[in-house]
């Protein structure tokens, strides 16, 4: 088994890099973008599960409730998608109004969680239980200067608080506990995930990867590093239609499905 995560957010990745530009907040690329994925995913009979900002929720509903019409999960990413070190944010707050808007839309109890940049705390595990989320995959289990440090976190799936069922399932990684998600695919090649995934099913793990939307489409943006604008498009379309064609013998699961 297989799980293809999608964080589906607002465009903002000026604003995480320090910068207030008119292109923050613009949701057409992700909605483009999942336009394309929506297609890709009919075309192999996947399901994946899509991690969606209260933001992006509110500004695009239709599209919403056709991906849920089309069999796939909708999660909870927060409303806010700025988390990493904003202090002016009340986390449990962003989550109660995101899921409210997600619930609204879906007519659906919304059970998973996963946080804008991957911002995994005990904190954040005890808002969740709070609110009833049933799982979180906002772990990623590496380490990467400036954004986290998770080495000491387990890769497979677990408990991380005691008196509670909430699940934590975190992302996937290599052997080496690097990064295989999203800008990781379009800097190193999708071999290296193929290769890393390969590893984690003959180990019996269930390989997690994320990407968002607007990586689905040709980005050039002037207001953020090279990184975020590099092989997005065809070139990433390519890679993600490779890495289902390699894999097609294996079933593609939505996350809530590990709950049963």
């Given amino acids: 088994m297989i799980a293809l995560t999608i964080d589906c957010e607002e465009w903002d990745c000026p ?11 613009e949701t057409s690329f992700s909605k483009k973008g999942n336009e394309v994925i929506l297609d890709l995913f009919d075309k192999y009979n996947i399901k994946a599960t899509f991690f969606v900002t209260g933001y992006f929720a509110e500004r695009e509903p ?14 909870c990413h927060g409303y806010n998608h700025f988390y990493r070190g904003n202090k002016n944010l009340d986390i449990k707050q962003d989550i109660i109004k995101a899921k409210e808007i997600l619930e609204k839309i879906t007519q659906k109890n919304i059970r998973g969680f996963r946080s804008p940049q991957m911002q995994y705390s005990e904190k954040l595990i005890e808002i ?3 609110l009833n989320f049933k799982y979180d995959s906002s772990l990623h289990p590496c380490y990467l200067p400036g954004y986290y440090n998770n080495l000491n976190k387990p890769t497979k799936i677990f408990k991380p608080l005691k008196n ?19 800008v990781f695919i379009r800097l190193f090649g999708i071999n ?10 003959k180990k019996g793990a269930i390989p997690i990867i994320y990407f968002h939307p607007w990586e689905f489409v040709k980005m050039e943006s002037k207001f953020v590093p090279f990184y975020y ?15 289902i064609q390699k894999f097609k013998k294996e079933s593609f699961i939505v996350l809530e499905s590990l709950l049963n």
Avoid at 62 to 75: D, F, N, R, S, Y
Avoid at 165 to 171: L, T
Avoid at 229 to 243: H, V
């Fill in 128 to 130: 969740l239980d709070s």
């Fill in 62 to 75: 239709e599209q919403v409730k056709l991906i849920q019409k089309m069999g796939h999960e909708i999660a």
């Fill in 192 to 201: 290296r995930v193929i290769s890393a995934c390969k590893g984690s099913l």
């Fill in 164 to 182: 509670s069922n909430i699940i934590e399932i975190p992302a996937s990684v290599s052997f080496f506990r690097l990064p295989i998600s999203w």
């Fill in 15 to 25: 604003l995480l890099e320090g910068k207030t530009v008119k292109e923050n907040g």
């Fill in 229 to 243: 604008n590099f092989r997005t498009g065809k070139p990433f379309i390519e890679d993600i239609e490779k890495f």
